[in-house]
């Protein structure tokens, strides 16, 4: 009998298992990429009124005056002009085109404006990522009730997504190229009385092992990113390591610290959710680096659908620029350095799971259908208050294809703002290779350390 009962229990945990694994999309819908969806699933066509063109493969070629292996990348639009700008005046205008956030910031910000430009869909991928995505579309399944994906290879996971993980999974594997470092970024605080402080700085290190692995059918890290801080004073010498899996199942975030005051490296659990990020001075949590990282397991994301809205775009001239002092202004960055244009995103709002602990309640997540990156976030507090407005700012590498994307979020109830891991002046580097596994361990870490 009690052979049978625990063949039974192991039936059982078998069948629930399988009905954790949902499938992807059937061959019939796949054909859909590379005809009328592009081969990452975005929508080839342009929009009825013509103001987001059809996409034509993105952005490969560098304007005269890049030079070739710079990690600063000039505008290759730089002598358009924006064809009109929204302002607390018009935005009821424009509303409908308009994150709760970005209205929420010209309310408590009269003086902010959005300068809207002709929009171009520059994002280009390399080849190897457009046939692995069609190929994921097939083979790709979710696992554990949506927190995990098996099956997905050097690829978006789920060019045509059910449901909201799917969308924030295609996020968590959004391509970057296989490896980027950001060599001298900053991270700029300010506060409600408009004092510029810079928090952070250092080299950001950011590895795709689901893109680069080609040693193992089934790469067991999704990313892992490394910062070492130069700056400020009280931050020199200090370092942080953070490894993703593709499979929660399989294994759990990997974080860890070191200190240089007491000469060790130490697990790092708290690097993750709602852990205020000090680097910010609390004006955002961990897992709003970049948006939004780690586990999905907090929330419920349902997808709403697709809308037409303003994001920052094509903004070289914001990520590039060698300023900080022109760009980071006493009440929100500097208007007539960030070109915002008019393109279709996926909008997918999280909310709390009951039994849960978040200091955000609920979140809106606007994902750009031609990256899979957020460009833009709204953020409720507890009570339900809209709280935090973020917006990423996408600059598409041209020579690499692939993107720099820095995140930043407005604080609407204490009238502060921060941008992190800026390049500035620094740029991006963009690596075909990754570093040896030896490189990203607690030992390899702690041989890091400068003082």
């Excluded at 909008?347 to 709390?352: G, M």
């Amino acid at each position: 009998m009690k052979k049978l009962a625990t063949a039974l229990i192991g039936a059982g945990l078998f069948a629930a298992h399988l009905t954790a694994l949902h499938a992807a999309v059937t061959a019939d819908e796949a054909k859909q990429l590379g005809t009328t969806l592009t081969a990452i699933g975005a929508e080839k066509a342009g929009n009825k009124d013509g103001t987001i063109p059809e996409y034509t493969g993105g952005l490969t070629t560098a304007p005269a005056g890049f030079q070739k292996g710079s990690a600063v990348r000039p505008d290759p639009f730089a002598s358009e002009k924006p064809l009109f700008s929204v302002d607390a005046k018009n935005m009821d205008r424009y509303g409908d085109k308009m994150t709760e956030g970005a209205k929420a910031l010209m309310k408590a910000r009269p003086d902010w404006r959005m300068d809207v430009y002709r929009t171009h869909r520059t994002v280009s991928f390399p080849k190897f990522v457009l046939d692995n995505t069609v190929k994921n579309a097939t083979r790709a399944k979710t696992s554990d009730d949506g927190l995990s994906m098996r099956g997905a290879r050097a690829g978006i996971p789920f060019p045509i997504p059910k449901n909201g993980n799917e969308v924030m999974l295609n996020y968590a594997a959004r391509f970057q190229g296989v490896a980027n470092v950001v060599p001298k970024f900053t991270a700029y605080n300010v506060d409600a009385a408009g004092k510029l402080v810079l928090s952070n700085q250092g080299s950001y290190l950011t590895e795709s092992v689901y893109y680069g692995d080609t040693k193992t059918e089934d790469p067991v890290w999704l990313t892992r990113v490394r910062a070492n801080y130069t700056g400020p004073a009280r931050r020199a010498g200090e370092a942080a390591m953070v490894m993703d899996p593709v499979s929660y199942s399989d294994n759990g975030r990997r974080a860890w610290s070191y200190l240089p005051g007491q000469r060790r490296v130490r697990l790092a659990p708290d690097l993750a959710y709602d852990t205020p990020n000090p680097g910010t001075s609390g004006m955002a949590t961990y897992d709003d680096t970049s948006m939004f990282n780690g586990k999905l397991d907090r929330f419920d994301f349902k997808l709403v659908g697709k809308k037409e809205i303003y994001v920052p775009y094509n903004t070289y001239r914001f990520t590039f620029n060698d300023k900080p002092e022109d760009v980071f202004q006493s009440r929100f960055i500097n208007p007539s350095v960030v070109r915002w244009e008019l393109h279709r995103v996926w909008v997918v709002d999280a909310k709390l799971k009951e039994g849960q602990r978040h200091v955000y309640s609920r979140r809106t997540f606007y994902i750009d259908e031609d990256s899979w990156h957020v460009v833009a976030s709204d953020q409720y507090d507890g009570r339900g208050q809209l709280w935090r407005a973020g917006f990423n700012y996408l600059a598409p590498l041209y020579d690499a294809s692939t993107i720099s994307a820095t995140a930043s979020h407005y604080d609407l109830i204490a009238g502060t703002y921060y941008a992190n891991i800026w390049p500035g002046a620094g740029g991006v580097k963009v690596m075909e290779q990754l570093t040896p596994d030896l490189a990203w361990t607690a030992d390899a870490l702690a041989g890091q350390g400068v003082r």
